[in-house]
């Protein structure tokens, strides 16, 4: 029976795929270079005006660094945060300081023709590099769509357009495979993920974990928060019943499993009661990047392992 699925599955959606490749192909073509000077707006609303290619980049954030190096920048990239860790070879690159704790001074001593900031964190920073001369882009995607987005974004900055089409195009290839397959899904297992746990704290709508839950096939439990990482109570999750838990791999220094057992209660949640209790790799999960696509399709292989897995 599960080969039947996946038979129908692929059949379903490789025509597409091919389509959608052999249009690219065409296209592709036609991708034109990025002229300078070029001025764009990032995802706050600040309107940046470059006026060359930019040869000297820096990133402060790992989600931005795994962007560029995917787009086969790395040779440019001339200075890092201290969590960007991925690809391997990213470890080796000049060090800025913590996402949170961004050293200005060694930002500015790598003479960056760009800098790519994230988030509203390092909103302060960005504004202070810029209000220094240096030409600063904050990435500040909410949803998958908004990180593609980004990713052509950063193509379109680095004139690295065809680049980034191409891995775009690969990367919704990939989305729409594990959507196909959960589209016409009769049974969407209820899912909590659990980011922390003193206090609990889990992800709410409006956040592209939520988004990841659903294109796998799952029911984000705490999908009706207004709180995109809402503080809960355990007696919530208790009534909320998951038939998946989704936790970080090692967390709680590897002791998760056990930890939850002793919760008051827990031993009566469907997910602890039938051991469906996933480890993921949290940066898959949580990274703006190309490798949210590689999380999307470690949920759906734990969610719906009958198509997935």
Request: hydrophobic content about 40%; some cysteine.
């Amino acid at each position: 029976m599960r080969r039947e699925i996946k038979a129908l599955l692929v059949i379903a959606i490789i025509l597409p795929i091919i389509v959608a490749a052999i249009s690219w192909s065409r296209e592709s073509e036609q991708i034109p270079e990025t002229t300078y000077p070029l001025v764009i707006r990032d995802d706050v609303g600040r309107t940046v005006k470059l006026g060359s290619e930019p040869e000297r980049i820096v990133s402060l954030a790992p989600g931005n660094t795994e962007i560029l190096f995917a787009l086969g920048l790395e040779k440019r990239v001339v200075g890092v945060s201290d969590q960007c860790d991925y690809p391997a070879e990213a470890r080796d690159k000049p060090k800025v300081g913590g996402f949170a704790t961004i050293s200005i001074e060694r930002t500015v001593s790598l003479k960056p023709d760009v800098v790519l900031a994230s988030g509203s964190i390092q909103l302060e920073i960005a504004d202070q590099l810029s209000d220094l001369g240096i030409k600063t882009i904050v990435l500040f995607p909410r949803t998958i769509e908004s990180i593609l987005g980004d990713i052509e974004l950063v193509g379109e900055v680095t004139n690295r357009n065809s680049e980034a089409k191409a891995l775009v195009t690969r990367l919704r290839g990939r989305i729409e495979f594990i959507r196909a397959g959960t589209r016409q899904l009769m049974s969407r297992p209820r899912v909590y993920y659990e980011i922390w746990h003193s206090p609990l704290m889990s992800a709410g709508h409006g956040t592209w974990i939520d988004e990841l839950i659903e294109l796998s096939g799952g029911r984000n439990i705490f999908s009706d928060s207004s709180d995109p990482y809402p503080i809960i109570s355990s007696e919530l999750v208790i009534e909320r019943d998951p038939e998946i838990i989704i936790i970080n791999r090692g967390y709680m220094g590897g002791e998760a499993r056990g930890e939850m057992l002793r919760r008051a209660g827990w031993d009566r949640i469907s997910a602890v009661i039938s051991g469906r209790i996933y480890e993921m790799d949290e940066n898959l999960l949580v990274r703006p990047g190309p490798r949210i696509v590689d999380g999307l399709e470690a949920l759906a292989k734990a969610i719906h392992p009958e198509l997935f897995g």
